[in-house]
């Protein structure tokens, strides 16, 4: 069926580093996509979303990009910090906002010291 | 401002009986959605309330309901417990626009034995 994936299920960077999560979504009829962020025994935190009439989008220290060619989606950490550590899934919604969130299945990422 | 409150944390059950559980959304926020979180599967929606009406409902059987209340407060029900029905629920609320971030409660752990 069709759904949002993400590519590597657990993703190690240095600290201070940049890190890239990516995601490719398959229904073209997707129109907005956000990050989620989940720690250990906490529900998801918003990151950062882009609909898609934009490219680009930035936040503090976060960028997603958006390829609606490829039907890629990426999230962009720079100056990765230990507290960035955390799932990271990417989500995508159809249509006017009735229908759910469908997700990926999420990234680990871990900072090495 | 208040967030998105889920009770109770954490339940047990034993299989067949049902469980009510409770989700507060934060201020002015119309919209509540209900999602699964597992392992297995990762997050799955379960459905999505507006006004009291179910706008949308996931692919889940019946024995999952919900209800929205007029302070915009939901309940969900899972009647007839399964082992296969353990997971994290997780509650979202958003304004109710289709291009608006959905933040989530902290979830309620249920662990049918």
């Known amino acids: 069926g069709e759904s949002v994936g993400l590519h590597l299920p657990t993703l190690s960077v240095q600290e201070g580093d940049n890190s890239i999560i990516n995601c490719a979504y398959s229904?073209?009829?997707?129109?907005?996509f956000i990050w989620y962020k989940q720690e250990s025994g906490k529900g998801p935190q918003f990151i950062i979303d882009i609909r898609s009439n934009m490219d680009k989008r930035q936040g503090q220290r976060v960028t997603v990009l958006l390829n609606k060619t490829v039907k890629h989606l990426s999230l962009q950490i720079a100056a990765t910090q230990p507290g960035d550590s955390a799932v990271y899934f990417c989500a995508e919604r159809r249509g006017g906002g009735a229908d759910g969130l469908t997700f990926g299945k999420g990234t680990h990422l871990i900072i090495q010291p | 401002k208040a967030g998105v409150t889920q009770t109770p944390r954490y339940l047990i059950k034993t299989r067949g009986q049902q469980v009510t559980l409770s989700c507060s959304p934060i201020?002015?926020?119309?919209?509540v959605s209900w999602y699964q979180q597992t392992p297995g599967q990762g997050l799955q929606f379960l459905f999505e309330?507006?006004?009291?009406?179910?706008?949308n409902k996931g692919n889940f059987p019946g024995r999952f309901s919900g209800r929205q209340f007029s302070n915009s407060r939901s309940e969900m029900n899972v009647s007839t417990l399964e082992l296969g029905d353990s997971a994290l629920y997780l509650c979202a609320s958003t304004r109710g626009g289709g291009y608006t971030e959905a933040f989530f409660g902290q979830g309620t752990r249920l662990t049918v034995v």
């Open positions: 309330y507006f006004s009291e009406t179910q706008r």
């Open positions: 229904n073209s009829a997707s129109d907005y």
């Open positions: 201020s002015g926020h119309r919209s």
